[in-house]
């Protein structure tokens, strides 16, 4: 199955081009954007602006003849507020079919809801109480689900190009006409969202999202390859929608991240994001740089195949392990006696359960350096890692696991290491911890022989005794591991024995 997915939306029409295996990851083979306004005046008119229509029907046309080059099975293109608001909004849809052969899909808020929640869900894999706002030109969805099954959705007309054309009367935001923004969203979402429990993970998508994400990141970590999965909180928000809101357009312009195409928009985004977290309760917020047309894809795959099941993470990290041409059977021993370690000595480390997955993917993860060279290979896998896409796991996941597989050999950790810097004292604590297990169980595997098939560990009164049982000789495994202890004794100040265990 060949797919191209189109998103018309409000501001920006976006095209993906992906092949989708049978049994296989989806592989994406163009991408096309346009910035086409749509939703420009609409607020004002009520229609769409015949220059708008026929920039859209250019690119359009243009995309459409992009696909049809790599001999697509599948056309599927949906257009969003901006198309189903506007009173010409079916005569736009009509030119496009009889003009250049594209059927258009206008779905509605709910629709567009569920599409966002579909591409969060499956790109991030998520699970439990999950928000996902989707900040679009036109309009905001907001989205309330458990796991997969949508418990409500709020469309509100908050898109950026609306607020914008609304309030931006000069450049920068007149100060009243900032606060009457503010206080318009406010009231809005008020009127709008039922009570209930802040979400256990908050989700924003569209570009909006990304661009503030993009900024974010070019502070704290200028070198970050994606914006998809990364991670900010409400303050950092907060504070860059103050920055945001005193700035002229060339201001803005000069800022790291900044997309051209959203230099007028982005300040009313960032009021919206800021107060859609406020009226959620949600401190942070990860970036869904896949937005609406992985929704679209996904949706039309389930259409045509059924439900896919539900994303592996570990599977996308042993695919790069395997990409990286490591050792797979010293990663899945090393990992296996890491996991046992952290299960035994997790309480009193104080780790917390979700921290498994972090150090399971270390673990597994923890030599592809090698694919670089031998020489500083732990450094090369923590560059690796940094730069992977690994479905399932946040930018700051990827930060905290690339750091973890950086200390299973060399140097302890230090603040002043590439690897920790710009992590928070939590994040510190929770690598230099998970590195302990680590490093231990990587000197428990240091004939890369698979000798230890089980490590149990014993804690009394400052003494921990690890007792390693397996196919004998384990004598390189027990003066390893306990050699690699060390972190681990300088983050508890424990004593650190490793015996093998007795025989019959």
């Given at each position: ?23 296989g ?13 749509l ?9 769409l ?6 920039q ?15 001999e697509?099975?599948?056309?599927r ?5 901006a198309?189903r ?16 052969g ?13 599409l ?29 689900a ?5 418990t409500?959705?709020v ?24 606060r ?8 809005t979402?008020?009127?709008?969202l039922?009570e209930?429990?802040?979400p256990g ?12 994400a993009?900024m974010?990141?070019?502070?704290r970590n200028?070198g970050?390859?994606s ?11 907060s504070?860059?929608?103050a ?15 900044m ?5 007028d928009l ?6 919206v ?26 949706d ?8 896919a ?18 050792d797979v059977t ?6 296996r006696l ?25 673990a ?8 670089i ?15 992977a896409?690994l479905?399932?796991?946040?930018a ?10 950086r ?32 490093r231990?169980a ?8 698979q ?41 508890t ?12």
């Amino acid at each position: 199955m060949r797919l191209a997915a189109i998103d018309i939306g409000s501001n920006s029409i976006r095209a993906t081009i992906v092949e989708v295996p049978v049994g296989g990851p989806r592989v994406v083979l163009d991408e096309e954007r346009a910035f086409a306004r749509l939703g420009a005046g609409l607020v004002e008119t009520g229609r769409l602006s015949e220059a708008a229509i026929d920039q859209s029907v250019h690119a359009l046309d243009m995309m459409l003849r992009i696909a049809r080059e790599y001999e697509v099975t599948h056309v599927r293109a949906i257009a969003t507020a901006a198309v189903r608001t506007a009173s010409n909004g079916e005569a736009f849809v009509r030119r496009l079919s009889d003009e250049i052969g594209l059927d258009v899909e206008v779905v509605t808020g709910e629709q567009e809801g569920r599409l966002a929640l579909l591409s969060a869900v499956e790109s991030l894999a998520l699970s439990g109480s999950v928000a996902v706002v989707d900040i679009g030109g036109g309009s905001v969805e907001i989205v309330r689900a458990l796991d997969r099954e949508v418990t409500g959705v709020v469309s509100a007309p908050l898109g950026a190009v609306v607020l914008s054309d609304r309030f931006r009367t000069a450049d920068p935001m007149p100060k009243g006409q900032y606060r009457k923004l503010g206080e318009h969203v406010r009231r809005t979402l008020a009127g709008s969202l039922p009570e209930a429990p802040p979400p256990g993970t908050f989700v924003g998508s569209g570009g909006t999202v990304t661009t503030l994400a993009a900024m974010i990141a070019a502070e704290r970590n200028p070198g970050l390859a994606s914006m998809h999965g990364f991670e900010f909180g409400r303050v950092e928000l907060s504070a860059l929608r103050a920055r945001l809101a005193s700035t002229t357009a060339r201001e803005r312009a000069a800022i790291k991240g900044m997309s051209d195409g959203r230099v007028d928009l982005i300040v009313a985004g960032a009021v919206v994001l800021d107060e859609v977290m406020e009226a959620l309760g949600a401190k942070r917020v990860i970036a869904n740089a896949r937005g609406m047309r992985e929704g679209i894809i996904i949706d039309t795959v389930e259409r045509e195949r059924g439900p896919a099941p539900e994303t592996d993470r570990m599977r996308s990290v042993r695919e790069f392990g395997r990409q990286c041409r490591h050792d797979v059977t010293h990663a899945e021993q090393v990992c296996r006696l890491a996991l046992q370690l952290f299960d035994e000595l997790r309480q009193p480390l104080g780790l917390a359960a979700n921290d498994r997955w972090l150090l399971e993917a270390a673990a597994l993860l923890h030599d592809v350096g090698y694919h670089i060279s031998y020489e500083q290979h732990h450094k090369h896998s923590h560059h690796l890692i940094s730069h992977a896409t690994l479905p399932g796991f946040s930018a700051g996941e990827r930060r905290i696991i690339a750091a973890v597989a950086r200390y299973h050999s060399g140097s302890l950790p230090k603040a002043k290491h590439e690897a920790m810097e710009g992590l928070d004292a939590g994040d510190r604590r929770t690598v230099s911890r998970l590195a302990a297990l680590l490093r231990t169980a990587d000197g428990l595997d240091r004939s890369h022989g698979q000798r230890v098939s089980e490590v149990r560990a014993e804690l009394r009164k400052g003494r921990l005794t690890l007792t390693v049982s397996g196919r004998a000789p384990l004598d390189i495994e027990v003066h390893a591991g306990e050699r690699k202890a060390d972190l681990l004794v300088r983050e508890t100040d424990w004593s650190v024995t490793v015996v093998e265990a007795a025989t019959d």
